[in-house]
C-alpha cells in the first residue's frame, strides 16, 4: 500500500509515502491509502448488438492495478469505479463493431485491443490494465436452434453434392466400360 499526503487539502510534494513507516501532522494532513496489488472486476454480462444485427449477452474479466498512487488520487475521483465503467462501455464498444461469428472464434484478439484500449485510457489516472479475458459470449436460444438447423442443412447439402458426384463417376465408369 502507498499514502498519498495532502496538506491542507494541497498534494504533498515528494509523491506517495510507503511501504513502511510514515508521518503525518493531526488535523493538518489527510491521506488517502491506494492498494498497489493487483485487482480483478467481472465485468457484468452487457447486452450487445453486434455489426450483423445479433444480440448476444457477453461478461469479461480485467485485471488492473494502480501503477502511480498519486495520479489515481488526483487526476481521478474513484479510479477503481471509472476504470470498471470504462471496462464495460469498452466491451460493448469493441464487440459492437464485429459479426457473430468474429466474436465466437476470435475472442484473444477481442481481449487484446480491449487491453489496449483500456490500458491508454486509464493511463493518466495512474492504473495499468494487466489483462482482459471474455469470459462468455450467451446467444439467445431461438438464434442457437436457428444456427444449429442451418448448420444441419449445410451438412445435407454436401452429402448430397458429395452423392451426385459418386454418380456421376459411376455413370462415367459405366459409359466408359
Given at each position: 500500500?502507498?499514502?498519498?499526503?495532502?496538506?491542507?487539502?494541497?498534494?504533498?510534494?515528494?509523491?506517495?509515502?510507503?511501504?513502511?513507516?510514515f508521518f503525518i501532522?493531526?488535523?493538518?494532513?489527510?491521506y488517502?491509502?491506494?492498494d498497489?496489488?493487483?485487482?480483478?472486476?467481472?465485468?457484468?454480462?452487457?447486452?450487445i448488438?453486434?455489426?450483423?444485427?445479433?444480440?448476444?449477452?457477453?461478461?469479461?474479466?480485467?485485471?488492473?492495478k494502480?501503477?502511480?498512487?498519486?495520479s489515481a488520487?488526483a487526476?481521478?475521483?474513484?479510479y477503481?469505479?471509472?476504470?470498471?465503467?470504462?471496462?464495460?462501455?469498452?466491451l460493448?464498444?469493441?464487440?459492437g463493431?464485429?459479426n457473430?461469428?468474429?466474436?465466437?472464434?476470435?475472442?484473444?484478439?477481442?481481449?487484446?485491443?480491449?487491453?489496449?484500449?483500456l490500458?491508454?485510457?486509464?493511463?493518466?489516472?495512474?492504473v495499468?490494465v494487466e489483462?482482459?479475458?471474455?469470459?462468455?459470449?450467451?446467444?439467445?436460444?431461438q438464434?442457437?436452434?436457428?444456427?444449429?438447423?442451418?448448420?444441419?442443412?449445410?451438412?445435407?447439402?454436401?452429402?448430397k453434392?458429395?452423392a451426385?458426384?459418386?454418380?456421376?463417376?459411376?455413370?462415367r465408369?459405366?459409359?466408359?466400360a
Open positions: 500500500e502507498r499514502a498519498v499526503i495532502f496538506r491542507l487539502g494541497r498534494l504533498l510534494s515528494g509523491g506517495a509515502r510507503g511501504p513502511g513507516v501532522i493531526p488535523c493538518v494532513d489527510i488517502e491509502k491506494i498497489m496489488r493487483t485487482q480483478t472486476f467481472d465485468v457484468p454480462p452487457q447486452e448488438l453486434t455489426k450483423d444485427s445479433v444480440t448476444v449477452f457477453v461478461n469479461a474479466i480485467m485485471y488492473y494502480v501503477k502511480d498512487a498519486t488520487v487526476n481521478v475521483d474513484d477503481g469505479g471509472s476504470a470498471r465503467l470504462l471496462a464495460a462501455t469498452t460493448r464498444n469493441v464487440l463493431t464485429r457473430l461469428g468474429d466474436i465466437l472464434s476470435e475472442r484473444e484478439s477481442i481481449a487484446q485491443e480491449m487491453q489496449a484500449t490500458d491508454e485510457a486509464t493511463e493518466p489516472w495512474g495499468q489483462r482482459v479475458e471474455v469470459k462468455d459470449v450467451r446467444v439467445p436460444e438464434l442457437q436452434r436457428a444456427m444449429a438447423a442451418e448448420a444441419e442443412a449445410a451438412r445435407e447439402a454436401r452429402a453434392v458429395i451426385a458426384e459418386g454418380e456421376h463417376k459411376a455413370s465408369a459405366l459409359r466408359h
